[in-house]
């Protein structure tokens, strides 16, 4: 079975910084793209950023210039790095990755990780 571990949530003021990460483990084919994807209070799931196997990245308009995605594929973990934080970026952040080989590829999810950023 895969798991998607998330961890580095946490409460933070305006401005600072806080960095998620997501592991992922047990019996892996292989790892395709990975991401972040937010959701606040009474509101859908959104995209955050992604990063394809080969390094391309894509972001949400609202965390360009503000918010990186990494990962290494060596150790199957993807990485956010959040700055300049704001209000409105607080929301539970789920991690994401596609599993699989081939053409079978299944989406994973993690359990999500809270990310609070007070005024």
């Known amino acids: 079975q895969v798991q998607l571990v998330e961890s580095g949530g946490g409460l933070v003021q305006a401005g600072g910084s806080l960095r998620l990460s997501c592991a992922v483990s047990g019996s892996i084919f292989s790892i395709n793209t990975m991401g972040w994807f937010r959701q606040a209070p009474g509101k859908q799931r959104d995209l955050v950023a992604v990063i394809t196997s080969g390094g391309s990245t894509t972001y949400a308009d609202s965390v360009k210039g503000r918010f990186t995605i990494s990962r290494d594929n060596a150790k199957n973990t993807v990485y956010l790095q959040m700055n300049s934080l704001k209000p409105e970026d607080t929301a539970v952040y789920y991690c994401?990755?596609?599993?699989?080989?081939?053409?079978?590829?299944?989406?994973?999810w993690g359990q999500g990780t809270q990310v609070t950023v007070s005024s």
């Open positions: 994401n990755a596609y599993h699989g080989y081939g053409t079978n590829w299944v989406p994973l």
